[in-house]
């Protein structure tokens, strides 16, 4: 399962990220990487972009960037 299936208010750990070394690099430097837990906050009307919370900080990702990450429901 991808981040971008996740619904408003679900909980996750990431167990993946499959992302180019500069994303992936970007992303690790919010937080998100293999491990942590994240929460859906909100989803915006157009669905290209989403806000998550990583450990206590707000995020926002672009769907495309999203669908990077794996994690796992809680």
């Keep these: 399962m991808t981040l971008d ?3 408003k208010g679900d909980s996750a750990v ?3 990220v499959n992302a180019p070394q500069a ?6 430097s919010f937080g ?3 491990g942590a ?3 859906l906050q909100e989803v ?7 806000e ?6 707000k995020v926002a990702l672009r769907i495309s960037e999203a669908q990077n990450i794996e994690v796992e429901a809680q």
């Design 37 to 39: 837990n994240i929460t």
């Design 23 to 28: 994303l992936k690099a970007r992303l690790t």
């Design 14 to 16: 990431i167990k993946n």
């Design 52 to 57: 998550i919370s990583v450990n206590k900080t």
């Design 32 to 34: 998100i990487n293999k």
């Design 44 to 50: 915006t009307l157009a669905k290209n972009t989403m």
């Design 5 to 7: 299936s996740l619904n």
